[in-house]
């Protein structure tokens, strides 16, 4: 096969075992920058191309209620306008390049992206219009009150969704007083009053290097990806570090919404606080799930819902892991006169599984898929880049990858029954149901 | 499980490579290909950054091969091949996948059906040797039909019913086109998913799915002669089929604008248009169609592209724009744009701003540094593409079924920097005009103004 470029130098070095499975040694570097910054970076020349990511402790969890949205607005923001750069010229001088920009924001974190070509005048460019973005925003006040605009008539729409309704209602429900009630994009009445100072002010106290983490993968030298790292944080605001979230409580009852909609389908969410990124359950929680509701076909939820009974097209359940206990959903669809079935059936599955726990069965093929199926989650540079974040955010240990698959194969049936036993408990589960076959 | 014991996860490699020297195949850039005696096209492009695979088997018949009274049955195909053969029972073919540590999913098109799976590289035979099962010895229950046509019309409800936007996508194509199929949505019309029997499917099955209808597209940490072999050793026994002869149904010429509205619970309105614009039939020869993909990135391509740049960010008549091109289609090609105009202003406020962009172009055609910048685009994710197989084997796969080959991809990005700014303001002049040009709109209604539907009015195709 003739390719244009080199496919030197593996950049997984792959270590087959004898049974069957496979897992991948990824040599993570990592280091700080001069300002504390720090840095994960993964050498891989076998495409001329770079993915940089830069996150900060600057998510939805930082807003207040009465400023929510703040946080994904300063974010949002950042390529509007930077370093006397207008929100055109920035667009046009990465697109010339042929460049990507990305930004992201969840509860925790919030951060840019960028993929180039590694030719240096591509990659300089990108570079140097990311790290302006980042360090020297403007904030625009004709921007600002034109993004505010926009994301307010996205929040009326969204008021319109029922799986926008759902979401909104559960996230509050779930998480009460806590900031990870608040959702990212913010209300209509917390966005209107907010002003170019307040968003200033946000991004001098959260986007320092302090708390910044530089992921980067591609066809560039340890040296390059140190002046790359050097670059993107020696001019960030200088501030204390950000203080830890308040602690999730867990809810005392159970809470019902049954929301009218005019929808054919009614959305439905039950939920209840799960895990911490650090969470010593954390694989018996996650290998539990797979087989409950987070391994598609493999799981109870789908073979209950879907394959015997017909009843949704998409039914799941997962837990997202965050700095403190993020949600556990589950969710699905389906049209509103077999609401009350289907809910039954996810109430009645649920509880089986946490009374029982999974079968021996059910985690040998769990473990078969989680196992057998590593190398699918490093098998490209983008997903790699996803997981240097997360490591260095988190602070996970830099042999994460390589202790996932031992990890996983030590979980047993009784772990993940205890796990289920102590952290979910169905009775005191939030239920939302927009479209209720009830209402109208 | 039982199943698994008969799907040994390791079969020995060695029976397979004894005649690898007897497969000669022609070798380029984008792959290498192969073609089995009974028709199956094998096309392998090897990627060796990791120890993965997919698999992926495209069958050229989609909506678009369908007849009123069954639109949705090609998808609802798609649903069964996963409901059991003699050897494999139903809903096993993913748990079997799943436990080889891989992941598998199916997709229908209004071009094609396709069914992938992403695995560990050693797993490879697994997975054709499966594929090669259902692609000749599918085998569902009544009972199995029933249960799925539900979950199929629960994908219909989730998917377009209650989605206002998608409701709109759904009436721009049934007015958009009077004769051609494309005027049927993919998932079919409820009632026809209603009305739906097991035999439908399965005599769809019968007429399409067969070794000569179908290409394997294999990306990955693999040889070419290795899947060749494996391919002809799961697939080698597979008789073909005689193929219904496929009738062109050719679209009318468009005489005069047309419009239509929806109605349905939302708060912003929205607004699509559709121009009809050629494809690529000729990859060599053809110059209209690349014309076509550097004039969507002028308008689209970036946030500072024309119609971002114009619209939301210096008028701000529209919240969000949008335009679509694709040129690698089976049948007709069409130029979509779609927009929200912002609060205060309207649909017809929006169409005037839009259309007036377009005229621009056909008045002044676009700067060469516009021009540039999208060409530095196509460069750019040229290269960015082969950081996923997935998008790799896509890329393949869809230039197949359209009838192009895959080969295409070897001269795409010479064929895109080649175009130049005579050329985009010549297409902008042929096809934009108003006797070509559909608009499809969406009349937002209060949600509390509408009793629950069993289902929506107005969707049938009569």
């Known amino acids: ?440 | 499980m039982i199943a698994i014991s008969r799907f040994p996860a390791r079969p020995s490699f060695a029976l397979i490579f004894i005649w690898v020297s007897l497969l000669p195949y022609p070798a380029c850039a984008a792959g290498s290909e192969y073609t089995l005696s009974n028709g199956l096209k094998v096309i392998v492009k090897e990627d060796h950054r990791a120890p993965v695979v997919v698999s992926m088997v495209w069958y050229k018949v989609g909506s678009m091969d369908e007849v009123n009274g069954t639109t949705g049955v090609a998808h609802v195909l798609e649903h069964m091949m996963f409901k059991g053969t003699k050897m494999v029972p139903s809903g096993e073919f993913s748990k079997i996948i799943a436990q080889a540590g891989g992941r598998d999913n199916a997709f229908t098109s209004k071009d094609y059906t396709a069914f992938f799976q992403q695995l560990h590289k050693s797993k490879l035979p697994l997975a054709l040797k499966l594929e090669a099962d259902r692609m000749h010895n599918l085998n569902f229950s009544k009972d199995g039909f029933a249960k799925e046509i539900k979950v199929v019309m629960e994908e219909r409800r989730w998917r377009t019913d209650d989605k206002p936007q998608a409701l709109v996508y759904e009436q721009l194509l049934a007015t958009t086109f009077e004769a051609h199929p494309y005027r049927r949505p993919v998932i079919g019309w409820m009632n026809d998913l209603e009305n739906m029997r097991a035999d439908d499917a399965a005599q769809w099955y019968r007429t399409w799915y067969a070794p000569n209808n179908a290409t394997l597209v294999v990306v990955g940490d693999v040889k070419p002669n290795e899947v060749f072999n494996l391919a002809q050793r799961y697939f080698g026994a597979i008789k073909p089929k005689v193929l219904p002869i496929r009738k062109p149904q050719e679209e009318p010429q468009q005489t005069g604008i047309r419009r239509v509205t929806v109605k349905a619970p939302a708060k912003l309105p929205y607004l699509m248009m559709s121009y009809h614009a050629a494809v690529l039939r000729d990859a060599e020869r053809d110059w209209e169609p690349y014309a076509l993909e550097i004039l969507a990135g002028v308008l689209d391509g970036n946030e500072s592209a024309r119609l971002n740049r114009s619209l939301v960010r210096e008028t701000q008549i529209a919240s969000s724009t949008g335009v679509n091109y694709d040129s690698n289609e089976r049948g007709p090609g069409l130029f979509y744009l779609e927009g929200v105009p912002s609060e205060g202003k309207t649909v017809a406020d929006l169409e005037t701003a839009i259309r007036g962009e377009l005229q621009k172009i056909i008045n002044d055609g676009v700067t060469n540094e516009e021009l540039n910048r999208v060409k530095a685009q196509v460069i750019a994710n040229e290269v960015f593409a082969r950081d996923s197989v997935m998008a790799q084997a896509h890329q393949i796969g869809g230039w197949e079924m359209s009838g192009l080959s895959y080969k295409t991809l070897d001269i795409l990005v010479d064929k895109l920097k080649a175009v130049n700014a005579d050329q985009v303001q010549a297409v902008a002049k042929r096809y934009f005009n108003d006797d070509n040009l559909t608009i499809a709109v969406l009349d937002p209604q209060p949600l509390d103004n509408k009793k629950p539907l069993k289902e929506p009015e107005g969707l049938r195709n009569d």
């Open chain 1, 1 to 440: 096969m003739i390719n244009n470029f080199k496919w030197c130098c593996a950049l997984l070095i792959g270590v087959f075992a004898g049974g069957g499975h496979a897992f991948a040694i990824l040599p993570i570097q990592n280091w700080q920058t001069s300002t504390g910054a720090r840095v994960y970076f993964v050498e891989s020349h076998q495409l001329p191309m770079l993915d940089v990511s830069i996150d900060f402790a600057a998510g939805s969890g930082r807003d207040t209620p009465a400023q929510s949205g703040l946080a994904n607005l300063t974010r949002h923001m950042l390529s509007l306008g930077a370093d006397g750069l207008s929100e055109d010229e920035i667009a046009e001088k990465l697109a010339d390049v042929g460049a990507e920009l990305g930004g992201h924001i969840d509860q925790d974190r919030a951060g840019v992206t960028l993929r180039t070509l590694s030719s240096a005048r591509e990659r300089d460019q990108a570079l140097d219009i990311m790290s302006r973005m980042v360090q020297k925003p403007e904030f625009p006040e004709k921007v600002l009150d034109r993004e505010k605009t926009r994301l307010v008539a996205m929040l009326k729409e969204a008021a319109t969704k029922p799986e926008s309704i759902a979401e909104h209602v559960f996230y509050s429900l779930l998480y009460g007083s806590h900031p990870y009630a608040l959702r990212t994009s913010g209300e209509v009445d917390s966005l209107e009053p907010l002003k170019r100072e307040d968003l200033v002010q946000f991004y001098r106290a959260y986007y320092n290097a302090n708390n910044a983490v530089v992921a980067i993968i591609g066809d560039v030298s340890r040296e390059t990806a140190q002046e790359i790292a050097e670059k993107l944080t020696a001019k960030l605001p200088e501030a204390a570090a950000p203080p830890a979230l308040p602690q999730v409580t867990l809810p005392l009852q159970a809470q019902n919404r049954e929301i009218p909609h005019p929808a054919t389908q009614s959305h439905i969410l039950l939920g209840y606080p799960g895990m911490k990124r650090d969470d010593p359950d954390y694989f018996a929680l996650y290998v539990g799930n797979y087989i409950l509701g987070g391994g598609g076909f493999s799981s109870r939820f789908v073979e209950q819902v879907r394959q015997k009974r017909g009843l949704a097209y998409s039914v799941y359940s997962y837990f997202m892991p965050l700095k403190e206990q993020g949600p556990f959903q589950i969710g699905l669809q389906t049209k509103k006169e077999q609401a009350d079935e289907a809910l039954k059936v996810v109430r009645e599955t649920l509880r089986d599984f946490i009374a029982k726990g999974p079968t021996e069965q059910e985690l040998k093929a769990a473990k078969q898929n989680l196992v057998g199926g590593f190398p699918l989650r490093i098998d490209s540079n983008r997903k790699i880049l996803a997981y240097l974040a997360v490591i260095g955010f988190y602070r996970l240990s830099l042999t994460y990858l390589d202790d996932f698959v031992p990890r996983v194969e030590k979980v047993t049936v009784a772990q993940i029954k205890s796990a289920f036993q102590r952290r979910v408990n169905p009775d005191d589960m939030v239920t939302i149901i927009v479209g209720a076959s009830g209402a109208s």
